[in-house]
């Protein structure tokens, strides 16, 4: 299974876009605090719709509570600091994977990227441009990845509508 992990998110909007996108994929959201808005955050809300409820959501005091009940398990750092991209990483070994990513403002603790420097990876971009990609796109993206390594396990390849606007 995977898992997406915010550390410390600051903009609702993303914080719920995100939701929805692991509403969409069966991932549980795990947020590490503090959040920089309110739950109850009318942007979080309208940027999650009425998904909520189909998202396993787990908070954390701190850093060291969320990894302390993470154990061993896989988890890989999003930083644009990392030399290694997230396609060469592999994701299908039937583990539990954490995708950790940092506060839109200053990304991920530097600390924690030094003692864990094998477990960070990154999107390619061009650096010149941009400072950073969009925070709910990347976790899209890096999710995205792992759930074609495991054949979309779980998700449904086709679907039947009833006003399907490629049939009729």
């Not at 592999?90 to 990513?101: E, L």
Request: proline letters at 5%.
């Amino acid at each position: 299974m995977n898992h997406i992990v915010l550390f410390e998110p600051q903009i609702p909007a993303n914080t719920g876009n995100i939701a929805r996108t692991c509403a969409a994929t069966n991932t549980p959201l795990h947020l590490i605090e503090p959040l920089g808005f309110s739950t109850d955050d009318k942007h979080l809300k309208r940027a999650g719709l009425d998904y909520w409820h189909d998202v396993s959501i787990t908070y954390y005091p701190d850093l060291t509570s969320f990894l302390t009940s993470i154990a061993d398990e896989p988890l890989h750092l999003i930083t644009k600091f990392a030399e290694r991209i997230y396609t060469d990483a592999a994701y299908n070994d039937g583990r539990n994977h954490y995708f950790m990513f940092g506060k839109e403002t200053t990304g991920l603790p530097k600390e924690l990227m030094t003692e864990r420097r094998e477990d960070c990876l990154r999107i390619p971009m061009n650096d010149e441009h941009v400072r950073s990609l969009n925070l709910s796109n990347t976790a899209a993206l890096v999710l995205y990845e792992a759930l074609r390594q495991q054949q979309f396990s779980g998700l449904d390849l086709t679907h039947h509508y009833d006003n399907d606007k490629l049939k009729g």
